[in-house]
């Protein structure tokens, strides 16, 4: 029974700060796509006004490399040097779900 103490507290402990991190990754996300949704609309109104122009298939383009790379460098930053794997992953789930 002792040699079971050290994995339990391990993913619990994996597991709560993979909830903090999901948690907090989902709030930050929406904060960010609130804004995304406000810069979008006021670059729209200026191309409808004629006060400027867009490419919207190279803002696509760019938009999902940015997009790839950004969650990218969350996992690896997350991820990295942690020995909680499976309960900072189920916490992470966790936390996005309630978040």
């Known amino acids: 029974m002792d040699f079971i103490i050290p994995f339990v507290s391990t993913l619990g402990f994996g597991g709560v700060l993979g909830y903090a991190v999901g948690y907090a ?9 609130v804004g995304i949704g ?11 006004k004629h006060l400027a122009h867009v490419d919207w298939a190279g803002v696509a383009h760019q938009g999902g490399e940015a ?13 990295y040097n ?12 966790l936390g996005l779900r309630k978040g």
């Open 25 to 33: 990754a989902k709030k930050v996300g929406k904060i960010v796509l």
């Open 38 to 48: 406000i810069l979008f609309f006021l670059v729209q109104y200026l191309v409808y």
């Open 67 to 79: 997009a790839k790379a950004g969650g990218e460098a969350f996992w690896k930053i997350v991820t």
């Open 82 to 93: 942690i020995p909680l794997g499976g309960g900072f992953i189920a916490g992470i789930v």
